[in-house]
């Protein structure tokens, strides 16, 4: 597809050394050095800290972010990115209160402002995603750590990453 790209700039507003990324890149900093500004020309991103896709998860969608606050980055450490396969719906994604997709579940086609008010806990430890994309936040409204969720099952929270079971909400990766 000519049309997902993502460009990194190493200074705030687009400016400094840049990077036109056009695919998932395991090691971006032989490019850019940091990055403080990025624009995203098409496709949906999972944009990490570190290289090989690990560290802080950000979410991307389309779009010009002219300071790593803009996309709630921690710093302006981006060191690798993917685009974001399936980023329309339908959605339909299973949480479960234990291990192993046991215990209690609830099921959800829709974004999830708060986990504790609408489910009366905040912890997910296992989940299905039977369709789409979605993203787990630390925190309710939508803020702190992400993590990505791809179609598949995941048994345990360490399986998309996360060291706690914590989930504060929960939002589908949509297109526009």
């Known amino acids: 597809n000519p049309f997902l790209q993502i460009v990194f700039y190493e200074d705030k507003d687009f400016k400094g050394r840049s990077y036109d990324c056009k695919g998932d890149s395991a090691d971006l900093h032989s490019y850019i050095r940091r990055c403080n500004s990025l624009k995203v020309e098409g496709g949906w991103w999972v944009v ?3 290289n090989n896709y690990t560290g802080y998860q950000y979410v991307i969608g389309p779009g010009d972010y002219n300071g790593f606050q803009k996309w709630m980055g921690f710093n302006d ?3 690798s990115c993917r685009i974001i396969k399936s980023a ?3 959605y339909k994604l299973k949480l479960f209160n234990r291990p ?3 215990g209690v579940s609830m099921e959800l086609s829709d974004n999830m402002k708060s ?7 905040n912890e997910v430890l296992s989940c299905k995603v039977l369709a789409g994309s979605w993203v787990f936040f630390e925190h309710p409204n939508f ?6 969720l791809e179609k598949g099952d995941y048994r345990h929270h360490t ?3 996360a060291l706690r079971s914590t989930v504060g909400s929960i939002q589908r ?3 526009l």
């Open 159 to 161: 399986e998309w990453g």
């Open 115 to 121: 986990v504790p008010e609408q489910w009366q806990r």
């Open 48 to 50: 990490y800290e570190r």
């Open 143 to 148: 803020s702190g750590r992400q993590f990505l």
């Open 77 to 79: 450490c981006v060191r």
């Open 173 to 175: 990766v949509m297109q």
């Open 100 to 102: 192993n997709f046991d």
């Open 88 to 90: 329309k719906g339908p």
